[in-house]
């Protein structure tokens, strides 16, 4: 994986956003990987394909990437309603999240499986101006906080690469959550990245149980709430997950990750694109790209 990002292919757009996304989309084109088969590239799909910016040849699992200069822990994506509709009918694609560094390579990439995607880590943004071209959309806000851990692979951290089959092997022991129906796994997914908030590898159901008030907020409709965590609980269990060592005690060795409790985001980066925002014209641009200059202007 070369980290480097080739920025020729944004010479040609005058936006920001537009060159970040040609450049990226063809970097991802040249060094992507299915993490979910052995298939060592995926295929960029056409430019029409509503969120879907790349597919496995092999599995067929598609792919959206969002790239940007700060990592953060929110990620804009498109209108709320289409977003939850692809949760409940667990179309949602595998979503890479790149973050590229003042010299445009690549600093973090982080891949979301499918099917960590709660309808409590979709945030709606306020609707469009009366003003707007879209008047009323509602777009949304993807929280990776509110996403657990182990849905939350790192591919690069902090500019180390991590191997191929490191991340298949993550991959892989997540996977089992797939097979939960889409319309239960919200709160699978819930319970689970509650846990992590007791910051300990073993805990007890009393424990779990401390979190009925929070759970209670994002499944409104629900009134057994404890009943519901005793059943997410064994659901983890079955998909591997986690441990039954004692009647009403738990254990789970991803409890206690490094990345877990908060501090699975890495320091944000600058922007780097400001550079191109604004040059005099496309073409003393494009000459500047050629002469290799470009990157002195950051
Ligand atoms: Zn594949």
């Not at 010299?103 to 880590?121: G, H, T, Y």
């Not at 997410?232 to 591997?240: E, P, S, T, Y």
Request: glycine share 4%.
């Amino acid at each position: 994986m070369n980290l480097q990002i080739d920025i020729a292919p944004g010479v040609a757009y005058e936006s920001p956003s537009q060159i970040v996304r040609t450049c990226t989309e063809a970097w991802g084109a040249a060094n992507f990987y299915c993490p979910a088969c052995s298939r060592s590239s995926l295929a960029q799909t056409p430019a029409n394909r509503k969120a879907v910016d790349y597919a496995c040849d092999s599995c067929a699992s598609v792919f959206q990437l969002k790239s940007r200069a700060n990592l953060g822990d929110r990620v804009v994506d498109a209108a709320h309603s289409a977003m939850i509709t692809a949760i409940r009918s667990d179309s949602v694609p595998n979503l890479f999240v790149l973050n590229y560094d003042a010299l445009w390579r690549v600093r973090n990439l982080l891949l979301v499986p499918s099917f960590f995607f709660a309808e409590s880590c979709v945030v709606a943004r306020p609707p469009l101006s009366p003003n707007a071209r879209r008047a009323g959309w509602i777009g949304c806000e993807i929280h990776l906080n509110r996403i657990a851990p182990e849905g939350k692979l790192w591919v690069v951290r902090e500019s180390s690469v991590v191997s191929p089959s490191e991340v298949r092997r993550q991959y892989e022991t997540i996977r089992p959550l797939s097979q939960v129906a889409a319309s239960a796994r919200g709160w699978t997914l819930d319970v689970l990245n509650a846990l992590h908030k007791i910051g300990r590898q073993e805990f007890t159901l009393d424990e779990a149980y401390a979190f009925e008030a929070e759970l209670a907020v994002l499944h409104p409709n629900n009134n057994n709430v404890r009943p519901k965590i005793r059943q997410q609980l064994q659901v983890l269990r079955d998909a591997g997950l986690l441990e039954f060592v004692a009647p009403g005690k738990y254990r789970s060795d991803d409890l206690r990750s490094a990345y877990a409790h908060g501090r699975d985001s890495p320091p944000a980066t600058r922007l780097a694109h400001v550079a191109l925002r604004g040059s005099p014209s496309r073409r003393s641009r494009r000459r500047r790209v050629r002469r290799g200059r470009v990157l002195l202007a950051f």
